[in-house]
């Protein structure tokens, strides 16, 4: 719970040294995204002082940060950045992240939750991949974008949030984006995968406890019975 609550500050931090993002070109995409992707919360835009990854956070009042150099882009890579990250907003993925936090965090001491995690955060980002691909990206043309995004913003700071492209994810991702026959379709949320698994967890260990009560009242039983037996 520690670690939760010490990313959430930093991200308090960086909102803070943030400014709001009011060009032109950018409010008039987001806008037009948003009806696309029919997202109809409110999205704030951002940009950092920093050039720092882009990312996003907040599921009741999405965020979406961009670095500072963000104003400098052509319009392909505003769109195709902006598009991914609307893509977490759209699939309340920040809200089921916060969530597989909390899960990560009570269940530290098990494995299995861990490993849970790392794969929905990979499921995550393979449907937002998805999503801006058959929004009518050429997989190539996208892939490209990642990788570029990947090497130029190297620092991405350990905050409660959701960064577009990390480096440990990057070669699984490129390769599903760019394999054609992949069956690419839009994937419901990947919490679900860990809600079952932490449940089916808890609910083993009362198994467990449940299916040895029996034993043990079998086996007052038949001492009882002995001890009738001798009288």
Same mark, same amino acid.
Not at 39 to 52: G, K
Not at 183 to 199: E, F, H, I, K, S
């Given at each position: 719970m520690f670690s939760v609550a010490a990313a959430r500050l930093r991200l308090r931090e960086l909102t803070r040294r943030a400014q709001v993002?009011?060009?032109?070109? +950018?409010?008039?995409?987001?806008? !037009?995204?948003?009806?696309q992707l029919h @997202?109809?919360?409110?999205?704030?835009?951002?940009? %950092?002082?920093? #050039?720092?990854m882009p990312m996003t956070w907040g599921w009741w009042r999405p965020v979406v &940060? &961009?670095?500072?150099?963000?104003?400098?882009?052509? /319009?392909?890579?505003?769109r195709v950045v902006l598009q991914h990250e609307l893509a977490h907003v759209k699939r309340w993925d920040c809200l089921t992240r916060n969530i597989a936090s909390i899960v990560c965090a009570f269940y530290w001491f098990n494995p299995l939750v861990w490993l849970a995690g790392r794969r929905m955060c990979v499921?995550?980002?393979?449907?937002?991949?998805?999503?801006?691909? @058959?929004?009518? +990206?050429?997989?190539? !043309?996208?892939?490209?974008?990642?990788?570029? @995004?990947?090497?130029?913003?190297?620092?991405? /700071?350990?905050?409660?949030?959701i960064a577009m492209a990390r480096s440990s994810q990057l070669e699984q991702r490129v390769a599903a984006i760019v394999d054609v026959s992949r #069956? $690419? $379709?839009?994937?419901?949320?990947?919490?679900?995968? *860990? *809600? *079952?698994?932490?449940?089916g967890?808890?609910?083993?260990?009362?198994?467990?406890?449940?299916a040895a009560a029996p034993s !043990? %009242?079998?086996? %007052?039983?038949? &001492?009882?019975?002995?001890? @009738?037996?001798?009288?």
């Open positions: 993002l009011q060009r032109t070109e +950018w409010t008039t995409l987001l806008r !037009d995204l948003c009806e @997202i109809r919360r409110p999205v704030a835009l951002l940009q %950092s002082a920093e #050039n720092v &940060l &961009l670095p500072a150099e963000a104003t400098e882009w052509l /319009p392909e890579r505003r499921e995550r980002e393979l449907a937002c991949d998805d999503l801006v691909v @058959i929004a009518g +990206w050429k997989a190539s !043309d996208y892939a490209s974008h990642l990788v570029e @995004i990947a090497r130029t913003f190297r620092r991405v /700071p350990h905050v409660a949030a #069956n $690419r $379709r839009l994937r419901p949320v990947t919490m679900l995968a *860990v *809600v *079952v698994m932490t449940g967890m808890v609910l083993s260990m009362g198994g467990g406890r449940t !043990d %009242s079998e086996t %007052s039983k038949a &001492l009882r019975q002995q001890q @009738i037996a001798r009288l």
